[in-house]
């Protein structure tokens, strides 16, 4: 038997999904008293190179209700050619083409090793993604001719039949008209005002014209092309012209005056290119012509948008054009001071509701000095899967490098990134499902597995997923229904299966299928049973996206007090101690880190926002609900690793007393990367030993962090910030913020100090009131104690 | 109701010579004429005894004898002198008064009381041309530039410095004629006087002894304090179906760059300080970048016509010369971008309000070319509905179609009028277009409509480019406003033409040329003295086409009197008609068209009553006596009677009578002489040696043989009558065919022929065509044809086809109504 660490890794690796228990109670009441909730992060396009491409449709449970697909739990005989459902028990006869099938000529759907399976749906027609630039104009000439750059090299790492447009807005918005000859055209718009889908395409002239050589379009092959329009072409056939039209690009050209911002119209422009893609589709149906359109399934597309600086016009607004109000703080909105916010924000929604019910994903990259609206904007990616990049120029290798990341590709060559997809998530009839939370929206689709009480976005099967890419991780929550006490049920056994459809990079249609089954266990008589098979990883980034679902709509300190409450709870459920007796008190092994999470948690700038500008809070809080678990606890509590001349690279604690004269530190705080050189280091380093050649061994010490610090900046998106400093250094500060303030200056020169310091001999104090681990840790032993709370 | 003399046979009298008498110099006396049986207009049976035509007064002869005694050189130096008539060749010598191509009053001695003006009925009015051209022989008016402290005027009034400022207090001060107020003269204008109380320096300066000058002005004269920029012209090209097929667009585009080419410079300067800019439109409005550094035109597409808005800054406007290739590029693209178009649905005002944003937002005053073809019905602001019913001209309820529908061209005229941008329309309709509501536009920004009704760019063409290339080039002044100030006791008090006023006394014009005429009343608000005169000086502050803003001062002073007969001695009869025109086709949106007619009527025969009464000799009342420079009062009224402007009824139809009293709304003078009692040249036996007009005959059928040939115009209109007995040798020479019946009539100009009749007569239509500011379509008519029942439409000594009086019927008429006055 292998050890559940183990077993954690494995099913991570092959099915994509963490579990937060991997036994599970059999009764609800117990299911909640585990304070904890039952979920699991599920990468629905978890990289597995090893799946063999299944060229053929699923096989499906034939009852109406249920329609889950057969997986390797399924009861198969092959005599009578028939299987059982693990979901609804119905008994399904194969299709003809699996006459064939024998215990010895298994389809690969039912070997084990298949529980996560991917079918291709040939049938289906082959749809080049949609890419559609829009770019703010209202920026520097530098910035401007990077971000040329970083758009004109982009269009060599599209798909060479992926359709691609161009809206670049400034005071105004233009749709460029693309491969005309002799002339560019563009189609204006004012910044000022909303328009319609409808009106959109009136004023563009698409969709309107029934012309007689609009038969459906064919691609090689006698595959049906979605309608290209004079705006939307593919790549091959334009890109010559887009470079020189990307080239052309000017900046806005309307004067600012002094003490003013330029007029920026990111609203509208977000909405005109919502409304173009939907027009393009054939969406908005108005005569003939578009309603053959209509019955094309929607095409995956990308919304691109660049921005340089904040809305300040229109609708989407978030500041006005004088620049001596500056734009909103966490302490205006909290004093509800924020003018432009709420409309802002409604606008902002209502386009991703628009973008996401037509499968279209935003992606913002947003590169100012200060802030341009995230926070507003945030439900734009939220909702679609889109990126979110925040940086501080387009002439960055922070933006460039990330920006060319967005089209990675895999080892077959093809981008990683897919579009247009639904989770649909089906249970055994002891579970239902309650929530997700992630880069997804709810289809609202009821069925029997849908549960009453909802986590997250919850009352649905069906999630919407507009694009989303291998490190995609969706939060999914879970509810038993039995009532208790109940019997363990029948089997011993619950099921899950996620069904993931969607438009591959490739255009093809594929389906992804994860089934998975986890012991049930009664909480009275085995609770240990069910302890041991808590993922304290998993479980801390579960609740992560929790508290921040929450911190979205509730107040900062009703939030911060649901985590303790939570943290408590679950200390006093499976923690060992004597009553009143905070000294007793053990965790199990598998608990032990997490009261570090939560409490690494509460002093993130996930949920606290001093410091933080909205916009910041806004795209780390992005960033925390799409990625997988072990980049989520990086980002929760950072990585530390410290190089000295004593030995290899080690990981340390992180604390202030990691902090030493002689040691480098390497901190990975996901978005940033942080090398950190003690004071003797950084002295030697200024009177450069590292050039002599008796003092080589200091050069690699030099080396070795950057080297490491470069392995990571090469395969992470975004790219991080990359920070070189030393002790005392201005930039020391992003250090000294996220390590446990165990030394600070209110203890470190009290007599005798009350708290133990484990490395004596140094350490560097930081100066702040926050209260350290080793405090946080006596308070909740204390508390999980007490008889009282 | 019948005169007891009437019956008496009708006798040529002897004028009574006397001090109320004309000036010697005249040959021609009073024209006295018995009446017969009073005639009636539209009375069927003719009088037993036909009075002679040839017995009335003519105009042909007038205008002779005017040339004959007054050509030469006038000097202005005289207050209240009558200048020669327009239709005489004359040199101007300004010695302080204003050239009478600028200003004319339709009296030069004023009554001194209200009680005389109203009994005299004599309409005192203005007709300034302030940019009217000059003769080569003339000189421009000079430009002052007084430097920092900007042009002197009095305090009180604001009236700028002229001639008939009186200094006083050894130069320290001055007094103004106008408001009767004393200013201090400031210290940098400080002059001594000689002996007779005169600036020494006088000689030196202009604005002391000429009437008419231009200041520079400084920037308080200025929009927003600053200095303007130069004013920009911008083509709008309506793209749609009707003018892609007509082939107007192809045309056009070819034609830019030599219209372009064209533009206005300021005196002096090397090139034109112009920009230009194109908008094409259908159902949207596009814009071009037309940057001279740009490889290829920009377009730009904006179709929001419900919220119009410029899309580009930069590049919109251009010098025509730096940007030359990429305008030729564009005019290349466009007729190969929309040779397919299906677009038949247009907007106008979204267009229009596009090239008025485009001006604002380059912050320069301008013009717009606008070439609409079709009613606007595309779902935009300004949307028109077809109320095309021409059975209503001529009704009582024709205002209904003559007046704009609803008020979106109105408030986009006063916008553009308020951003100095004037419009132009260039209208190429196949059916109606309501121009009573879109001519609304270019009448409150001081522009002009052109109609070519059934264009065809083969048959058209050359005379819509003649028509641009004119719009174009002429001089012009942009941004304007307009002030008339008289000395006190009259006023102005109404306006008539093409611009738009937001108070009681500025005339706003978004532009003006030397092709336009405004129209002003004068009303005494006093008693005038006979030793003061009455003094006038118009003032217009505009832009130069180079962007200079200047001021144009035009002078006049005129003379009062408390005789009626010197009122009668000093008339501007064509100053008076071009005034009651105006006047009368105003009133016609106002008032019901028979009463207006009336009015006009008795007005008239209450100014000749009051001189039969007050300033002829006693005679017997069944004499028809008429002063001397008004004789031909009664021929002209009924012109304007008769005139399409007027009386346009059901024949014509609603565009049409709109587009004549907007044509009669700008006319100035010379224009209104000629429309009203149109040219009849004979041409069949014209001196092919000589290389002058031939002159002019009687514009009556009676004077039409049939076999000869005539040319008729009227500045509007250019008719070509050809009678069936014509020389064959003539029409061989002229037409290339054997005989009148096988010219081909459809043609618009005639063959190029190489013999001496063919070079002169061709001469001759294009010199006529010279004098008019319209390219006039040449129509053939030949006798007897269809068409020759428009032709005689134009004969005004004739009876109207519609029963309109015969001047013989009109005269009568008039005696009648003056007899009636009278007893």
């Known amino acids: ?789 | 109701m019948y005169h007891p003399n009437a019956g008496v046979p009708p006798q040529m009298q002897q004028p009574p010579m006397g001090p109320q008498g004309p000036a010697a110099s005249y040959p021609s006396p009073h024209q006295h004429m018995g009446p017969q049986q009073p005639p009636h207009p539209g009375m069927q049976s003719q009088p037993a005894r036909r009075l002679d035509p040839d017995h009335m007064p003519s105009p042909v002869q007038v205008m002779e004898d005017d040339q004959r005694n007054r050509s030469g050189i006038f000097y202005t130096n005289q207050k209240g002198m009558v200048p020669p008539l327009v239709t005489t060749n004359f040199i101007t010598r300004d010695e302080g008064n204003a050239s009478p191509r600028y200003i004319r009053s339709s009296m030069y001695n004023i009554p001194a009381t209200i009680d005389m003006m109203k009994q005299v009925a004599v309409p005192f009015g203005l007709v300034v041309s302030p940019l009217a051209r000059t003769l080569d022989e003339e000189y421009l008016p000079p430009i002052i530039n007084m430097g920092e402290i900007g042009p002197v005027r009095c305090n009180r009034c604001k009236a700028y410095m002229c001639p008939f400022m009186q200094f006083i207090d050894g130069g320290r001060r001055f007094h103004c004629l106008f408001c009767k107020a004393t200013t201090e003269v400031p210290p940098e204008y400080f002059q001594h006087l000689d002996h007779t109380g005169l600036r020494v320096d006088r000689f030196e300066r202009p604005e002391l002894i000429l009437g008419a000058f231009e200041f520079v002005a400084t920037e308080d004269y200025c929009r927003n304090n600053t200095f303007p920029k130069p004013p920009a012209l911008i083509f709008l090209i309506d793209v749609s179906y009707n003018n892609i097929k007509s082939g107007l667009v192809h045309l056009l585009c070819s034609q830019i760059k030599e219209i372009v080419k064209l533009l206005p410079k300021d005196e002096g300067a090397e090139k034109s300080n112009m920009r230009v800019g194109f908008i094409t439109y259908n159902n949207t409005v596009h814009f071009y970048n037309i940057k001279g550094c740009l490889a290829q035109p920009q377009m730009m597409v904006v179709g929001d016509v419900q919220g119009m808005f410029v899309p580009l800054l930069e590049g919109f406007l251009c010098d025509p010369t730096e940007s030359e290739a990429v305008i030729d590029s564009l005019m290349e693209q466009i007729p190969t971008m929309f040779a397919d178009t299906r677009e038949t649905e247009t907007v106008l005002a979204p267009a229009i309000q596009a090239g008025l944003e485009a001006l604002q937002a380059s912050e320069c005053a301008g013009k717009l070319l606008v070439f609409h073809s079709s009613l606007p019905i595309a779902e935009a602001p300004g949307k028109l509905k077809n109320r095309d019913d021409r059975k209503l001209l001529g009704t009582e309820k024709e205002k209904t179609v003559l007046a704009p529908q609803g008020n979106v061209y109105s408030s986009l005229g006063q916008e553009c009028v308020a951003a100095g941008c004037s419009v132009d329309l260039f209208v190429f309709n196949n059916s109606y277009i309501d121009l009573a509501t879109i001519g609304q536009v270019s009448r409150l920004s001081g522009g002009e409509i052109y109609k070519y009704t059934y264009f065809q760019a083969d048959l058209d063409g050359e005379r819509l480019i003649a028509d641009i290339k004119h719009d174009v080039s002429r001089p012009v002044a942009f941004d304007a406003i307009m002030r008339v100030r008289t000395s006190t006791g009259v006023r102005a008090t109404d306006f008539y033409g093409h611009f738009f006023m937001s108070n009681t006394t500025d005339m706003e014009l978004a532009s003006i040329d030397c092709d336009k005429a405004l129209t002003i009343e004068i009303k005494h608000d006093d008693k005038l003295t006979e030793e003061d005169g009455v003094y006038i000086q118009v003032a217009l502050l505009y832009t130069s086409c180079g962007g200079q803003r200047r001021i144009r001062i035009l002078n006049l002073s005129l003379k009062t009197c408390t005789q009626m007969s010197d009122l009668y001695r000093c008339c501007d009869l064509d100053t008076i008609i071009n005034f009651i025109a105006k006047q009368t086709v105003f009133r016609l949106l106002e008032s019901s068209p028979k009463s207006v007619k009336e009015n006009l009527v008795n007005r008239c025969a209450q100014m000749l009553a009051c001189y039969r009464k007050n300033c002829a000799s006693p005679t017997s009342a069944g004499q028809l006596i008429l002063p001397e420079c008004m004789k031909l009062l009664p021929l002209y009224v009924n012109c304007v009677l008769k005139s399409d402007a007027v009386s346009g009824g059901s024949d014509m139809n609603i565009d049409d009578r709109s587009f004549i009293m907007q044509a009669v709304t700008i006319m100035d003078i010379p224009s209104s002489v000629v429309f009203f009692y149109p040219r009849l040249i004979p041409l069949h036996d014209i001196d092919v040696d000589s290389d002058e007009l031939p002159p002019s005959i009687r514009c009556t059928s009676d004077k039409i043989r049939d076999d000869g040939v005539y040319l008729l115009e009227n500045g509007i209109h250019l008719f070509l009558w050809i009678g069936l007995n014509v020389d064959m040798e003539w029409i061989q020479n002229v037409f290339g065919v054997q005989s009148a019946a096988q010219i081909v009539i459809d043609r618009t100009s005639l063959p190029v022929l190489d013999n001496a009749l063919s070079v002169r007569i061709k001469l001759v239509i294009d010199s006529v065509r010279k004098e008019r500011h319209r390219c006039m379509r040449l129509t053939l008519v030949r006798q007897c044809d269809k068409l020759e029942m428009v032709f005689k439409h134009f004969l005004m000594e004739d009876r109207g086809m519609d029963g309109t009086a015969s001047y013989v019927d009109f005269l009568c008429h008039m005696h009648k109504e003056i007899r009636n006055l009278l007893s």
């Open chain 1, 1 to 789: 038997m292998t050890t559940y660490e183990e077993f954690i890794q494995q099913n991570e690796e092959r099915d994509g999904v963490r579990f937060t228990w991997n036994v599970w109670p059999s009764s609800r009441i117990e299911t909640t008293r585990l304070v904890v909730p039952l979920g699991c992060l599920y990468q629905p396009l978890k990289e597995r190179p090893d799946l063999p491409p299944i060229q053929y449709d699923p096989v499906l449970c034939s009852r109406n209700t249920c329609r889950a697909i057969l997986n390797p739990l399924c009861q198969v005989d092959y005599r009578a050619k028939l299987w059982v459902c693990n979901f609804c028990l119905q008994r399904n006869p194969f299709p003809p083409q699996y006459a064939a099938i024998s215990e010895q000529h298994q389809p690969a759907e039912v070997i084990p090793m298949f529980s996560t399976i991917e079918y291709i749906i040939t049938r289906a027609q082959c749809l080049p993604p949609i890419f559609l630039l829009v770019v703010d104009t209202c920026i520097d000439d530098e910035e401007l001719s990077a971000l040329k750059d970083s758009l004109q090299m982009s269009l060599s790492l599209l798909p060479p039949d992926a359709l691609i447009g161009l809206v670049t807005f400034g005071k105004i918005i233009q749709v460029h008209e693309l491969g005309c000859e002799g002339i560019s055209k563009s189609y204006a718009f004012r910044g000022t005002k909303d328009y319609t889908a409808k009106q959109i395409q009136d004023m563009l002239g698409i969709g309107k014209f029934s012309a007689p050589q609009q038969q459906q379009p064919r691609g090689p092959g006698g595959q049906v092309l979605p309608p290209a329009n004079r705006f939307l072409q593919p790549v091959h056939k334009c890109d010559m012209s887009l470079t020189d039209l990307l080239g052309e690009l000017q900046r806005d050209p309307w004067p600012v005056a002094q003490g003013k911002r330029s007029l920026r119209s990111t609203g509208v422009a977000l909405s005109i290119a919502v409304g173009l893609l939907e027009v393009s589709l054939g969406l908005a149906p108005v005569s003939k012509i578009t309603t053959i359109m209509c019955t094309y399934p929607n095409t995956g597309a990308r919304i691109m948008l660049f921005v340089g600086g904040p809305c300040s016009q229109g609708p989407g607004q978030v500041v006005n054009d004088d620049l001596r109000q500056p734009i909103r703080s966490h302490h205006d909105i909290h004093r509800d001071n924020a003018t432009y916010m709420k409309k802002a924000t409604k606008h902002y929604e209502a386009l991703a509701v628009r973008a996401a019910t037509n499968g279209h994903a935003v992606d913002i990259y947003s590169c100012a000095l200060d802030q341009t609206g995230l926070l507003e904007m945030k439900q734009c990616c939220n909702s679609t899967g889109g990126h979110m990049v925040m940086g501080d120029c387009f002439d960055s290798s922070l933006f460039k490098q990330t920006f060319q990341r967005v089209f990675s590709r895999d080892q077959k060559g093809e981008l990683k990134m897919a579009f247009n997809g639904t989770l649909e998530v089906k249970t055994s009839r002891e579970l239902k499902v309650s929530g997700a939370i992630g880069s997804c929206v709810s289809l609202n689709v009821k069925g029997p597995c849908v549960s009453d009480t909802e986590i997250g976005m919850g009352s649905t099967c069906q999630w919407k997923l507009c694009t989303f890419n291998p490190n995609s991780t969706c939060a999914l929550f879970f509810e038993v229904v039995s009532q208790h006490p109940a019997p363990i049920p029948q089997g011993g056994r619950g099921c899950i299966q996620m069904i993931t459809q969607y438009q591959h990079s490739s255009g093809q249609r594929r389906i992804r299928v994860t089934t998975i089954a986890r012991n049930w266990a009664d909480a009275s008589t085995n609770l240990h049973h069910i302890s041991a098979g808590f993922d304290q990883e998993a479980a801390a980034v579960l609740m992560a996206r929790m508290v921040v679902y929450r911190a979205e709509t509730d107040d900062g300190p009703d939030v911060l007090r649901w985590v303790d409450r939570m943290l408590i709870r679950l200390c006093q459920k499976f923690g060992e101690y004597g009553k009143d007796d905070p000294n007793s008190f053990r965790l199990p092994d598998n608990f032990t880190l997490y009261p570090q999470f939560m409490y690494h948690l509460r002093r993130s700038h996930f949920l606290q926002v001093f410091n933080n500008s909205p916009d910041e809070t806004s795209y780390y809080r992005h960033m925390l609900m799409r990625e997988d678990v072990a980049q989520s606890l990086t980002m929760i509590q950072p990585i530390l690793y410290s190089y000295s001349f004593n030995g290899p690279p080690e990981p340390v604690l992180l604390d202030t007393s990691s902090i030493q004269p002689d040691r480098i530190l390497l901190m990975d705080t996901f978005f940033q990367i942080l090398i950190f050189h003690g004071e003797t280091i950084a002295q030697w380093r200024s009177l450069h030993y590292q050039d002599m050649p008796e003092y080589e061994n200091f050069l690699q010490l030099l080396q070795a962090p950057i080297d490491d610090a470069q392995e990571i900046l090469q395969t992470r998106f975004p790219m991080p910030r990359y920070i070189d400093t030393v002790q005392g250094g201005s930039q020391a500060r992003f250090l000294l913020s996220k390590v446990n303030p165990s030394q600070t200056h209110n203890n470190m020169y009290a007599y005798g100090g009350a708290m133990p310091i484990p490395n004596a001999e140094s350490g560097s104090p930081v100066l702040t009131d926050d209260v350290s681990l080793q405090v946080f840790m006596e308070h909740l032993k204390k508390l999980a104690v007490s008889s009282t709370a």
